[in-house]
Nanobody, 126 residues
Framework: QVQLVESGGGLVQAGGSLRLSCAASGRTFSNYAMSWFRQAPGKEREFVAGITRSGSSTYYLESVKGRFTISRDNAKNTVSLEMNSLKPEDTAVYYC???????????????????WGQGTQVTVSS
């Protein structure tokens, strides 16, 4: 069992920045690929950013490339999402996700997620 707890959401104006953090406890953190997903009202949950078990590779939703950065610290069992130049369309509940995948594989499918965090609200005002 892995417990994931997100923090760092909030209300920000367009063009602003937020940093989301996810603290993991339970099983060996480095055995899990980690990702951030988001879900806006009335929409399906979508992949935003992912990072491999070692942190050597990352992958992003096209619309956030160049604005968001995912990182992880396996010594501290944390994964973060730095979000810059935020837009109103980034408004959503953001979820931390863990999947026990092979090394070098990015977790970008919700069906492969083993554990979800509770979510944190990000609201970007225009």
């Amino acid at each position: 069992q892995v417990q994931l707890v997100e923090s760092g959401g909030g209300l920000v104006q367009a063009g602003g920045s937020l940093r989301l953090s996810c603290a993991a406890s339970g099983r060996t953190f480095s055995n899990y690929a980690m990702s951030w997903f988001r879900q806006a009202p009335g929409k399906e949950r979508e992949f935003v950013a992912g990072i491999t078990r070692s942190g050597s590779s990352t992958y992003y939703l096209e619309s956030v490339k160049g604005r968001f950065t995912i990182s992880r610290d396996n010594a501290k069992n944390t994964v973060s999402l730095e979000m810059n130049s935020l837009k109103p369309e980034d408004t959503a509940v953001y979820y931390c996700a863990a999947g026990q995948l092979r090394p070098g594989v990015v977790l970008f499918k919700a069906q492969l997620v083993d554990y979800w965090g509770q979510g944190t609200q990000v609201t970007v005002s225009s």
